[in-house]
């Protein structure tokens, strides 16, 4: 049975982004940074405060970096020569959860699980040595509320994460309450950053000319220097970095895949623009389409972002490795036209992901800019989905140049892998 033309028609063109409608997202995400720089109760971006600009470049020393904003949490201890250059001299990890042997960022675990599992690795981080003293600077990738670079109140979990107990605390409260536990009193927490500020201290370390930094894996945010805000509590040059959250954009247009999708979410009403647009989501809004598609309505088939790009990079004539991975997720073999169209499919929910993740970019260089010149610059990103699905960097080349037109050569994208953990050692650096 091939797919009816007119439901696959239907299903598609809800993926469709023209560039009208990127105009005036991007419109609407300056409007917001606007709004939200006089009042940010008055817009839908967080403007979250990092206490933190950008770096010298200058900063050295050996620090410990904590990495918790997925499932997998790591800690590095970082080597700062100084002029950019970096060594990380041990780095530990392990994940949160590990399916029928131990979840700590479920509904059923606590706090202190979660807390006493840092706790540990940061041990193994340092060899068990508890003499020594070591700074450490804390990347945790969730909205949080700061008045000083050392203290972040989670606002709200995001990303699924469930554990009790932590949303509305002081995380580096709980970290060092856990560090105690454990008998380590030479750990001392320094900073707190989240990834996107994280990221863009690490690009900005190596090279100036970037005031943007995002993540585009699991979850989805955004961060910028924002040069008019000068606060005596605030390390480092040129402003302020603000944390945008800006997953929880709302000023776009969900199609009815999202606004579903969003009704049985762990947080409905929430992270409304990251539903739309990161790894965590895109393969359930593709799972939504496919049962669509397959008259099967309200089965979940569990579809990954990594089944995504596999079915993408699939140039074989008969499809066999998308094929392959829509019968182990649906049960169902399909035929090579209609397994055609779900490929389409696929590509056109990571498009329109790429697309609207630009928005954000040219809303913060359009405000950047205010009445002047757009500047040269780089926009540093890490993130699974930026690093490896395909079609989304070209596709982000592409949003930047239809929306900034002769200034899109101005600006380019660059992967800043591992800018976490590096960041996070910066961050410290900073404090102390
Ligand atoms: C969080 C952000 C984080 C992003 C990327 C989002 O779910 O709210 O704080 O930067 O994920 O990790």
Not at 40 to 50: E, V
Not at 111 to 136: N, P, R, V
Not at 273 to 292: D, F, H, I, T
Not at 337 to 350: F, M, N, P
Request: hydrophobic share 40%; with cysteine; aromatic share 8%.
């Amino acid at each position: 049975m091939a797919f009816d033309e007119k439901i696959f028609q239907s299903v598609i063109t809800e993926f469709e982004a023209t560039t009208e409608m990127l105009r005036e997202v991007a419109a609407n995400f300056r409007q917001d940074l606007k709004l939200g720089l006089a009042n940010p109760d008055n817009s839908s971006l967080r403007m979250l405060k990092s206490y933190v600009g950008l770096p010298s470049g200058k900063e050295t020393g050996e620090y410990l970096a904590l990495d918790f904003g997925g499932t997998n949490v790591r800690v590095s201890r970082i080597k700062l020569n100084g002029n950019g250059d970096f060594e990380i001299l041990k780095r530990v990890g392990e994940p949160l959860i590990v399916e029928g042997e131990y979840d700590y960022i479920g509904k059923n675990s606590t706090a202190e699980q979660m807390f006493d599992f840092l706790a540990k690795l940061i041990d193994e981080s340092i060899d068990g040595d508890h003499e020594t003293k070591f700074y450490l600077g804390h990347t945790f990738s969730f909205p949080s509320t700061q008045d000083d670079l050392n203290n972040a109140r989670l606002i709200i979990w995001t990303k699924e994460f469930a554990t009790p107990g932590v949303e509305g605390e002081v995380v580096n409260d709980l970290l060092t309450a856990a560090l105690k536990r454990r008998g380590i009193n030479n750990v001392e927490p320094v900073a707190v950053i989240n990834d996107t500020v994280a990221v863009l201290l690490s690009a900005a370390y190596k090279n100036s000319e970037t005031y943007i930094g995002s993540i585009y894996a699991t979850g989805h945010n955004t961060c910028y220097l924002e040069p008019s805000i000068h606060d005596p509590k605030c390390f480092g040059q040129g402003g302020m970095i603000l944390n945008l959250e800006s997953g929880g954009f709302m000023k776009l247009t969900p199609n009815r895949f999202d606004m579903e999708f969003d009704r049985k979410s762990e947080k409905p009403g929430e992270q409304r623009n990251e539903k739309m647009v990161s790894g965590r989501y895109m393969g359930e809004l593709l799972s939504m389409a496919v049962a669509e598609l397959l008259d099967e309505k309200g089965k979940e088939y569990g579809f990954t972002s990594i089944d995504m790009s596999m079915m993408i990079l699939d140039e074989t004539p008969q499809l066999e490795k998308a094929t392959e991975i829509i019968a182990n997720r649906t049960g169902k073999t399909l035929e090579v036209g209609d397994v055609e169209k779900i490929k389409q499919l696929t590509s056109a929910i990571v498009i329109r992901s790429a697309r609207l993740v630009t928005c954000s970019f040219v809303g913060i260089i359009w405000q950047r800019a205010g009445e002047g010149a757009i500047e040269k610059q780089h926009i540093a990103i890490d993130g699974s989905v930026y690093e490896k699905m395909p079609l989304v960097k070209e596709n982000i080349a592409k949003a930047l140049s239809e929306l900034l037109g002769e200034d899109a050569a101005k600006v380019d994208t660059v992967l800043d892998n591992g800018g976490s953990g590096l960041g996070a050692a910066i961050a410290a650096a900073m404090a102390v």
